[in-house]
């Protein structure tokens, strides 16, 4: 079946730091790939998408490149802030509407 | 505002009671979800739904079960809570091969 793997945490990075958090995946066809946000208590929030080989989704200066050669979808960001403390999800949407996630990696940013 | 309502936002529970968890979308998305957070686990399916009238297991099904009587609707009920269903519940619903949208979840506590 599907699966998602992605890099344990927490990690902590001063502000201005790059961040990069990896994520590969296993599947069975072309499936759509995400990375979801999650802040102290709330639900997730998309953060960005791709769902074709070489896509680069981007939002609020994160960014991703769904790599098939290397079945990654890795996460980066050029200069984080104390905002994006927050747990990221790495997904996938396969056949039949189902969703699968990684473990989720919680990111401190520290000033 | 358009999107996921859960209820209630939090539950403490007494072991063996019943219990259901609600959750409303106004998206029209046929597809629903419900997975449960667990620290070091990520988020895990328990059950889901492709359309009104039809539901399916997913990963950690045992002691839940769900009904989808229409579109919108999509409960989650423990017929005899016990303590290892102590977690935080999030609903889910998807519209097709694009992003799913999250309610802000349950926490519930069973003791």
Same mark, same amino acid.
């Given at each position: 079946?599907?699966?998602?793997?992605?890099?344990?945490?927490?990690?902590?990075?001063?502000?201005?730091?790059?961040?990069?958090?990896?994520?590969?995946?296993?599947?069975?066809?072309?499936?759509?790939?995400?990375? $979801?946000?999650?802040?102290?208590?709330? +639900?997730?929030?998309? *953060?960005?998408?791709? &769902?074709?080989?070489?896509? !680069?989704?981007?939002?609020?200066?994160?960014?991703?490149?769904?790599?098939?050669?290397?079945?990654?979808?890795?996460?980066?960001?050029?200069?984080?802030?104390?905002?994006?403390?927050?747990? $990221?999800?790495?997904?996938?949407?396969? +056949?039949?509407?189902? *969703?699968?996630?990684? &473990?989720?990696?919680?990111? !401190?940013?520290?000033? | 505002?358009?999107?996921?309502?859960?209820?209630?936002?939090?539950?403490?529970?007494?072991?063996?009671?019943?219990?259901?968890?609600?959750?409303?979308?106004?998206?029209?998305?046929?597809?629903?979800?419900?997975?449960?957070?667990?620290?070091?686990?990520?988020?895990?399916?328990?059950?889901?739904?492709?359309?009104?009238?039809?539901?399916?297991?997913?990963?950690?099904?045992?002691?839940?079960?769900?009904?989808?009587?229409?579109?919108?609707?999509?409960?989650?009920?423990?017929?005899?809570?016990?303590?290892?269903?102590?977690?935080?519940?999030?609903?889910?619903?998807?519209?097709?091969?694009?992003?799913?949208?999250?309610?802000?979840?349950?926490?519930?506590?069973?003791?």
């Amino acid at each position: 079946g599907n699966s998602v793997t992605q890099m344990e945490g927490p990690v902590t990075l001063s502000e201005e730091a790059f961040l990069t958090i990896n994520c590969t995946y296993t599947a069975t066809g072309y499936p759509s790939l995400f990375w $979801y946000v999650q802040y102290p208590g709330e +639900g997730l929030q998309l *953060l960005l998408k791709a &769902t074709k080989a070489d896509d !680069k989704g981007s939002n609020k200066g994160f960014e991703a490149t769904y790599r098939k050669e290397t079945t990654s979808f890795h996460l980066e960001k050029g200069s984080v802030q104390v905002s994006d403390s927050a747990v $990221y999800f790495c997904a996938l949407s396969g +056949g039949g509407n189902k *969703l699968t996630f990684g &473990t989720g990696t919680q990111l !401190k940013v520290e000033l | 505002i358009a999107g996921i309502t859960q209820a209630p936002t939090s539950q403490i529970l007494a072991a063996g009671r019943r219990m259901t968890l609600r959750c409303t979308q106004d998206m029209r998305h046929n597809a629903m979800y419900w997975y449960r957070q667990d620290l070091g686990l990520g988020l895990r399916l328990i059950h889901y739904s492709n359309t009104a009238g039809t539901t399916g297991k997913g990963e950690v099904p045992d002691g839940y079960s769900v009904s989808r009587a229409n579109t919108d609707d999509f409960p989650l009920t423990l017929a005899s809570a016990v303590p290892s269903q102590t977690s935080v519940y999030f609903c889910a619903s998807k519209g097709g091969p694009t992003e799913a949208f999250f309610g802000q979840g349950t926490r519930l506590t069973v003791v």
